[in-house]
């Protein structure tokens, strides 16, 4: 499917708007600003993924926007753009064992760190949707709903996403009968009646499926 990203006046003024935040950062001194998300805190089955992004100074992507704003085809084609003009991008992955022995907002913070880890410079400052990293020695600006406010972590809610998706879209195939490429492992009725019918699977969260009555 084609994806067209009009840059019309609206546009223009809505990433305006979404680079506020960077555009402070910049003004404050910073250089490297860092963009950080994640996907995947509530399903009952795979991993949670986190991203981080450094866009650049320079570097605008017409249509990134939070990645649930998004349909599929969009944020594939937004994965892209990010992926070939930023500066550059981390991924994180915390599969669902680790999620079960920790739980998902630890989960989650390491999977955060993991996905800084894997740029290719140290950000010097973090913009985060809502949440703040512990033991990390960056300054952080925690933003409520950051996704749709700043574009570094709305690129990387994209990303986070994107490759959440591809590797739940995998399980399909391995596990026929659970339909995961259309769930994504959420909870939704299809995925409910299809553990009530063929269990659990090594990829399902112990933790956040103990109350389903098989």
């Keep these: 499917m084609a994806v067209t990203i009009k ?5 223009i003024q809505r990433l305006d708007k ?3 935040y960077e555009r402070q950062c910049y003004a404050e001194g910073y250089t490297l600003v860092a963009g950080l998300d994640e996907a995947g805190r ?4 795979g991993p949670v993924v986190a991203a981080a992004v450094i866009l650049g100074k320079d570097v605008v992507i017409p249509g990134v926007n939070d990645s649930k704003k998004l349909s599929e085809a969009k944020r594939e084609y937004l994965y892209n753009e990010i992926m070939e003009k930023a500066y550059s991008v981390g991924v ?3 599969d669902n064992e680790i999620i079960d022995k920790v739980n998902i907002l630890n ?3 390491i999977a955060m760190k993991e996905a800084l880890s894997k740029l290719k410079a140290t950000p010097e400052i973090l913009l985060m949707d809502a949440v703040q990293l512990k033991d990390v020695n960056i300054p952080q600006k925690p933003i409520i709903k950051g996704d749709s406010l700043s574009l570094s972590i709305a690129a990387a809610s994209i990303i986070a996403k994107v490759e959440r998706d591809r590797i739940i879209s995998c399980y399909d195939d391995i596990y026929p009968g659970y339909s995961f490429g259309k769930h994504k492992g959420y909870g939704t009725k299809i995925h409910m009646e299809s553990i009530k019918k063929l269990g659990l699977l090594p ?3 112990r933790t956040f499926t103990k109350n ?3």
Excluded at 7 to 11: N, P, T, V
Aim: proline share 4%.
């Design 42 to 45: 509530g399903p009952l089955a």
């Design 18 to 20: 979404m680079t506020e």
């Design 7 to 11: 840059l019309d006046d609206k546009e």
């Design 107 to 109: 989960a989650t913070y």
């Design 92 to 94: 994180g992955i915390v």
């Design 212 to 214: 389903i009555v098989l």
């Design 203 to 205: 990829i399902h969260r």
